[in-house]
């Protein structure tokens, strides 16, 4: 069974070009969250998606974005790239979004630098 | 908002000794979940054990073990016959019961095992 698969693995980016970032879930998961991890602020996240619907948001500007496609993939853009946004972005997906606990599998996450 | 406390940057132990790492939290809920995350090098987040709250015995997986003391919101990992594999950043976490399903992560602890 293919685990959660995120491209790229590594991206470099000028300040103020804009950026899209893949994560493809386990097979049959519906949820896929989304975490940005830095030395400075650690593991923030940034939202979750279920069914094509945003669920929850992090403490994020608005240039941050995302969204799900009905096979479950989903992307997040980030426009207007400054230097702080240059992270590990973390994708996590899980079976279900319910109260019940399902594990959440994570990506091995795209690495981007803001140059 | 819930807030996790990993006040150790940095462990060491030798191979095959006993560890333990340490974790505090604040929430106001009553019913949720506790993770210990590790990363290793791969930068793929791999859980390694969770506990309920509502669960009064300690969860246990192989040589890693928790200690949950829920009234002092404490939440300690014990790695017992430390292995060279087990190298890595560790990440004590949070995952409300109901809501929103978020992870709230501490700021890891890196592990060294010394040979």
């Known amino acids: 069974k293919a685990g959660v698969t995120q491209t790229p693995r590594y991206l470099i980016k000028t300040r103020g070009q804009q950026v899209t970032l893949s994560c493809s879930p386990i097979?049959?998961?519906?949820?896929v969250s989304w975490y940005q991890q830095t030395p400075g602020q650690g593991l923030q996240f940034l939202f979750e998606y279920f069914s094509e619907t945003q669920r929850n948001k992090g403490n994020f500007p608005g240039r941050f974005s995302g969204r799900q496609f009905s096979n479950s993939r989903s992307e997040m853009n980030v426009s207007t790239l400054e230097l702080g946004d240059s992270a590990l972005y973390l994708c996590a997906s899980r079976l279900t979004q319910t109260g019940l606990f399902t594990e959440a599998f994570f990506g091995q996450g795209t690495r981007l630098t803001v140059v | 908002a819930q807030t996790v406390t990993q006040s150790q940057p940095e462990m060491s132990v030798q191979e095959a000794e006993t560890v333990t790492l340490s974790c505090t939290y604040d929430t106001s809920e009553s019913d949720y979940y506790l993770f210990w995350y590790k990363q290793p090098p791969s930068r793929q987040m791999i859980l390694v054990i969770r506990q309920e709250a509502y669960k009064q015995q300690n969860a246990t997986e192989n040589r890693f073990s928790v200690n949950f003391q829920k009234a002092a919101k404490s939440f300690s990992l014990k790695i017992s016959d430390s292995q060279l594999g087990d190298a890595a950043m560790y990440f004590c976490a949070y995952r409300s019961y109901q809501g929103a399903q978020k992870l709230v992560f501490g700021q890891g602890t890196r592990l060294t095992i010394n040979p």
């Open positions: 097979s049959g998961h519906r949820s």
